[in-house]
């Protein structure tokens, strides 16, 4: 064979093993863009255990702090960090804010939802009705859920430790007693409109001792989800908090996986 030939055959078989070899990548790259949304009684700040695991590992994490006036208001904030991102993004929501991401995770930069002990109502479904069905043992109780004249409710600094975070330390739990952001009671009985659920991979937390929402309502949710969900026995409420290790583990699962 003349050199040129030689040559010649050398490059069209570089060119084509170099094709395949693009053809056999991932035709997707892992989210970089992850977005937390907090529930009710709470703020963002709790969110910085997870936080910290997340940006380590090279995610970029934003926080969304709702103003918990009307589910309106909330979902209207997360959409405006959602459309800060660069690309697309996995939205997170504890509690109240599963409500919340439901509704804003209809936003085509987002790819993937986590709840985390979270509601996940569908179109023309409320929270407080589903809770009902399946009462909380907070709910149960009498004055352990407080509103004020105006119409803002708060949990009763009381019993916020054994209810809300009975697995923080005492301390910090009655700093997070008396530091919450009242939340306005029309957030929790307002229908949804939108359920991006029922389009979009969803990932979910139960939290085996959570006293706020029933676990067996958030298994309910994630069963009708088809989400992918992990169970953490002894997990208060508060287990974005206590157990940040498996709830960031969970998000990076949904990062990895959402885009595929």
């Not at 937390?36 to 910290?52: I, N, R, T």
């Not at 109240?96 to 986590?114: F, K, N, Q, R, W």
């Not at 959570?210 to 309910?220: A, G, M, Q, S, Y």
């Amino acid at each position: 064979m003349h050199v040129a030939a030689a040559l010649a055959l050398a490059t069209g078989l570089l060119a084509s093993s170099g094709a395949m070899a693009r053809d056999a990548q991932p035709t997707h790259a892992p989210v970089r863009n992850i977005v937390l949304v907090h529930g009710a009684w709470v703020d963002g700040s709790g969110w910085k255990p997870v936080y910290d695991i997340l940006t380590k590992d090279g995610y970029h994490v934003t926080l969304v702090q709702e103003p918990l006036t009307s589910l309106d208001d909330d979902v209207a904030a997360t959409k405006r960090v959602v459309d800060l991102q660069d690309g697309p993004a996995v939205l997170v929501g504890h509690s109240y804010g599963g409500s919340v991401i439901t509704e804003a995770g209809v936003d085509p930069h987002v790819v993937g939802l986590v709840y985390v002990a979270a509601h996940a109502p569908d179109v023309g479904e409320d929270e407080a009705a589903l809770g009902k069905g399946m009462p909380s043992y907070t709910s149960k109780q009498t004055g352990a859920i407080e509103k004020t004249d105006d119409g803002y409710t708060y949990l009763n600094p009381s019993v916020y430790p054994k209810d809300f975070a009975a697995d923080l330390p005492l301390k910090q739990a009655q700093f997070e007693a008396h530091g919450q952001m009242l939340t306005a009671a029309k957030v929790f009985s307002q229908p949804l409109t939108a359920a991006a659920w029922t389009t979009k991979p969803s990932w979910g937390i139960v939290a085996g001792s959570d006293k706020i929402i029933n676990p067996d309502l958030e298994r309910w949710y994630y069963e009708r989800a088809h989400s992918h969900t992990t169970v953490i026995p002894g997990a208060s409420h508060s287990v974005y908090e206590s157990r940040p290790q498996q709830v960031a583990a969970v998000i990076k699962q949904a990062a990895q996986h959402a885009a595929q």
